[in-house]
């Protein structure tokens, strides 16, 4: 959720600021707190700018409101992001969320909450989930090299080389699997470089 809430105070217009209120006190630090109007929605703030302490933030959840959202509502929203435990090989497993959704993270991957809630998901469905991610990408790699970003993996349109910005097709007399680190940066240095999109000309006038 970091990501949406930081410089919350310099993304919000003055139109927006007006569009607050102050809901009650937080019983951990008595610092007030507000709901207020952002940039990408409502979201909940625990103390001000001018705190020696930087503010929390935390967006509402679907189906509260600005104006509608009490305190007692308001104050387990800071419970993300959420400590679940580890997994089998020691990765730390957090359930929290984030500009796209909501979402577990194990290590530094993701895996996307889509009927589990963030606030209420334990560890053991977290795992469930992170077993079946992890069955998706070994399916979708074919082959990695270390110490660079150079992959082979499956995608929709069959087997391809990529580097993480630019992909190449590989030739149907090649095995994506057996392709050597060497082969691979050659099949993306001879891919095409994507064509930047044209701006389409300005319209002229009907009297010019």
């Not at 290590?107 to 469905?125: A, C, M, Q, W």
Request: proline letters at 7%.
């Amino acid at each position: 959720f970091k990501a949406l809430v930081d410089d919350k105070e310099t993304n919000v217009s003055r139109e927006q600021a007006v569009q607050s209120r102050e809901i009650g006190k937080d019983p951990e630090s008595g610092r007030p707190v507000t709901v207020r109007m952002g940039r990408y929605g409502p979201f909940v703030q625990i103390g001000t700018k001018d705190d020696e302490e930087k503010p929390r933030f935390a967006g509402l959840r679907p189906g509260q409101n600005m104006d509608g959202v009490t305190l007692d509502e308001a104050l387990p929203l800071f419970k993300l992001p959420r400590n679940l435990g580890e997994t089998a090989d020691g990765q730390a497993v957090q359930a929290s969320i984030g500009r796209f959704g909501p979402y577990v993270k194990f290590g530094n991957k993701f895996v996307s909450l889509k009927d589990d809630d963030p606030y209420t998901i334990d560890l053991d469905r977290a795992l469930v989930l992170i077993a079946e991610k992890r069955e998706l990408d070994a399916n979708r790699i074919i082959q990695e090299f270390s110490d660079t970003e150079i992959r082979v993996l499956n995608g929709r349109y069959g087997p391809y080389v990529t580097n993480g910005s630019k992909n190449a097709r590989i030739p149907k007399d090649k095995e994506p699997a057996k392709l050597s680190l060497q082969e691979c940066e050659q099949l993306i240095e001879q891919a095409p470089a994507k064509k930047a999109r044209r701006r389409a000309p300005p319209k002229r006038s009907a009297s010019g």
